[in-house]
T-cell receptor, first 112, second 110 residues
Framework: DQQVKQNSPSLSVQEGRISILNCDYTNSMFDYFLWYKKYPAEGPTFLISISSIKDKNEDGRFTVFLNKSAKHLSLHIVPSQPGDSAVYFCAASEGGTYKYIFGTGTRLKVLA | SQTIHQWPATLVQPVGSPLSLECTVEGTSNPNLYWYRQAAGRGLQLLFYSVGIGQISSEVPQNLSASRPQDRQFILSSKKLLLSDSGFYLC?????????FGQGTRLTVV
């Protein structure tokens, strides 16, 4: 039972363009969402998060959008850079449990 | 600042052999601790979760077990490894804002 899903296993984008990574969840009790970036043979690193009381959070080139009614969040990277090439995971947690459930990941490739 | 140590970085073990992966956290007390596994097509799967010494929640049925003998130590074990236990294992600690990951262990069961 995959509670957090990333339906696109891979995405290719030209340098300078926008990358949009999508994530869907099924548990309506999730109230905090995160995006992580992961390089091969390394642990994931935190990028950006959003609480369910918000619908948008921005940090530099990264913006996360949350649509609670659709149980959908997305990560926008603008402009995309070759160094952004990595696997991106979305994650969710429920009501102060601090238990983070991750999605299946999307491999982003930014083409120079 | 907080740091998390996980070892070994790579491990090749024969089927049926035991496993012990260790993770320690520095710079924080009473952390929430996690073991995740990254396997092809499965993303980062939460295996075990601990909110305190001796408290372990198992998220998926499997051939593995976890223990937390000390506040900042989390151990992943198996008595007899299966081929399907191969994967990339990640220890993490978490607070209310995010989970912080170790560098991971690449386990290959042969």
């Amino acid at each position: 039972d995959q509670q957090v899903k990333q339906n696109s296993p891979s995405l290719s984008v030209q340098e300078g363009r926008i990358s949009i990574l999508n994530c869907d969840y099924t548990n309506s009790m999730f109230d905090y969402f995160l995006w992580y970036k992961k390089y091969p043979a390394e642990g994931p690193t935190f990028l950006i998060s959003i609480s369910s009381i918000k619908d948008k959070n921005e940090d530099g080139r990264f913006t996360v959008f949350l649509n609670k009614s659709a149980k959908h969040l997305s990560l926008h990277i603008v402009p995309s850079q070759p160094g952004d090439s990595a696997v991106y995971f979305c994650a969710a947690s429920e009501g102060g449990t601090y238990k983070y459930i991750f999605g299946t990941g999307t491999r982003l490739k930014v083409l120079a | 600042s907080q740091t998390i140590h996980q070892w070994p970085a790579t491990l090749v073990q024969p089927v049926g052999s035991p496993l012990s992966l260790e993770c320690t956290v520095e710079g924080t007390s009473n952390p929430n601790l996690y073991w995740y596994r990254q396997a092809a097509g499965r993303g980062l799967q939460l295996l075990f979760y601990s909110v305190g010494i001796g408290q372990i929640s198992s998220e998926v049925p499997q051939n593995l077990s976890a223990s937390r003998p000390q506040d900042r130590q989390f151990i992943l074990s198996s008595k007899k490894l299966l081929l399907s236990d191969s994967g990339f294992y990640l220890c993490a600690w978490g607070d209310s804002t995010e989970a912080f990951f170790g560098q991971g262990t690449r386990l290959t069961v042969v």
